[in-house]
């Protein structure tokens, strides 16, 4: 068997150098890339374990480990740190398609993305004070998230509306005489948990009676304002996911003001859009990462136990299912990876229906991939003393965050029809 194994060319290599040639990158970006992967290698998955043990002794589940910060100094240090960011003057330089390979890298480990300062919210709520924050929101909020100092969170969804459809969003925004005046319900606010979450990217309505895309604003929300309350933190699967947290916060009368205001009134889904084309990107590479370490993991496992007189490497069943992975991480990769490159050749709004169609494909790919592996695991992928259940939990709920499957596939839908009208 293993003469057999060892006659085939090394798939993942041949395919590597199939994707290096069809998504050309600069040399400063494969040498970013290489730099990520030995700081991983070096001082994230070995520190895995040792996360989980101090958050586990901290008298709250909701501080911080030590050893989060220490390595965040350390990639600091390094120059491995805003990476994400396309603006030279506040980040790396990196185009959408560079960073895409990086982002991979960190996927494949849950706490990495935070090590480089390239977690959401922070990624998609500082892209939007680089590309729509006045002078003085820049520098009261966006220097301090691009430090590290601080972190920030995202309200918009609702508990009680359909909030897929964001035209169905309550909060209200009142203008007063010299503040606006804030008061509605939200939930999945990710990271306001954070003891260090210090301001809110708020979505809500200043103008019911506007056309339907022109009621939405965005406005920033010191989260210590009075009227601001953190009331529980969501479980996802029964995990709290502390010390981020996905929370219920109510904003009852809170002042905010007038200057707070993003880009200006009625102007919400512009930054929403331009918010999410490469946050979408960011979590589809998580995902292909978490996928790839999955399948990586499996195949190891499958090599090193034996079953009916034989490994398992060498059953039907397992060779199908690993086949099959493989196959649709190649698959998501590229796609993404086009997805990609349409947006920094032809803009989100042409890439658009690229951007749905790996929104839809990546989290579904992972789930696939995640589960085989966790299936060939057996009760310990579904415990705690591997990463493969985390991986599952945060790959399924990505099918529901940043827009549902459901709508994705319609926009999609929409498009396809769209070229046949004309013909009709």
Known sequence: YQRRVRACPPPSHLFRMEVDSL???????KDLKRRVVEFMEKNIY?????FHEQHSKLPTRWAIPPLLEELKEKAKKEGLWNLFLPDSAYGSGLTNLEYAFICEEMGKSIFAPEIFNCSAPDTGNMEVLVRYGSEQQKKQWLEPLLEGKIRSCFAMTEPDVASSDATNIQTSITRQS???????KKWWTSGAGDPRCKVAVLMGKTDPSAPLHKQQSMILVPMDAPGVKVVRALTVFGNDDAPHGHCEVHFQNVK????????????GFE????????GRIHHCMRLIGMAERSLSEMCKRVLDRRAFKKRLAEQGTIQRDIADSRIEISQARLLTLTAAQMMDKHGNKVARNYISMIKVVAPNMATRVIDRAIQAFGGAGVSDDFYLATFWVAARSIRIADGPDEVHRQLIARTEIFKYLSKL
């Open 178 to 184: 010299d503040h606006y005046l804030i008061n509605g």
């Open 256 to 267: 905010v003001p007038l200057e707070n205001m993003l880009l200006g009134e009625g102007r």
């Open 271 to 278: 930054i929403a859009q331009g918010r999410l084309g490469p």
């Open 46 to 50: 070995p520190n895995e374990r040792v």
């Open 23 to 29: 998504f050309p990158v600069s040399d400063r970006a």
